[in-house]
């Protein structure tokens, strides 16, 4: 069926380096993508979302990068500092009728920041 | 500004017994959320409300679980009986803006 995937279940970078989280969608309707970290014990925090009538959006040490070419969405966190161990899922959702849509999550890639 | 609260954060029951939970949105949030994660996987929608009608319950397991959004504020999801598989982390979560959800801490469920 259609789902949100992720290409790694783990990541293990050093701290200060730059971590690439990648995700790939199936739906090509999905026009709304966003990005959730998760710590031990917490529930999901909103990092970062995009439209897919754009292909690149920063926030904060963190840049959201779509291709909807190959339906690939990515999160890149620049100089990864140990608090940004956590688990981090992916989610679309397209807009149908009146509704919100709802959000489809992948499983999830595991961060590990070694110091 | 006051997030998704939630509870209780944890609870263990027996199989067959039932349970409930609690979620307070945060203020002014219309649509509201129960989602289901199991351990290593990503939430699963159960139900959504919009105000304190529900927009889309059809992942629910109706004949065991209920959800109810009383005025259009605090939310209780109830499963009653319980089984094993329904081991799991019960999350709520609310927004404004379209789409950007905004998740509590949830509640762990264990059924022995």
């Known amino acids: 069926g259609e789902s949100v995937g992720l290409h790694l279940p783990t990541l293990s970078v050093q701290e200060g380096d730059n971590s690439i989280i990648n995700c790939a969608y199936s739906?090509?309707?999905?026009?709304?993508f966003i990005w959730y970290k998760q710590e031990s014990g917490k529930g999901p925090q909103f990092i970062i979302d995009?439209?897919?009538?754009?292909d690149k959006r920063q926030g904060q040490r963190v840049t959201v990068l779509l291709n909807k070419t190959v339906k690939h969405l990515s999160l890149q966190i620049a100089a990864t500092q140990p608090g940004d161990s956590a688990v981090y899922f992916c989610?679309?959702?397209?807009?149908?009728?009146?509704?919100?849509?709802?959000?489809?999550f992948g499983k999830g890639t595991k961060l590990s920041v070694k110091p | 500004e006051a997030g998704v609260a939630q509870s209780p954060r944890y609870k263990i029951i027996e199989k067959r017994q039932s349970v409930a939970f609690w979620c307070n949105p945060i203020?002014?949030?219309?649509?509201l959320y129960w989602y289901q994660q199991i351990l290593g996987q990503g939430p699963k929608l159960l139900i959504q409300?919009?105000?304190?009608?529900?927009?889309?319950d059809s992942q629910l397991p109706k004949d065991r679980f209920s959800a109810e959004r009383l005025k259009g504020v605090d939310s209780t999801l109830k499963i009653q009986p319980a089984k094993l598989e329904d081991s799991a982390v019960y999350l709520c979560?609310?927004?404004?803006?379209?789409?950007?959800?905004?998740f509590g801490p949830g509640t762990r469920l264990t059924v022995l």
């Open positions: 979560a609310s927004s404004l803006a379209r789409r950007r959800q905004y």
């Open positions: 739906n090509s309707a999905s026009d709304y």
């Open positions: 995009i439209r897919s009538n754009m």
């Open positions: 989610a679309e959702n397209r807009d149908y009728g009146g509704s919100q849509g709802n959000l489809i």
């Open positions: 203020s002014g949030h219309a649509t």
């Open positions: 409300f919009q105000n304190n009608g529900v927009v889309d």
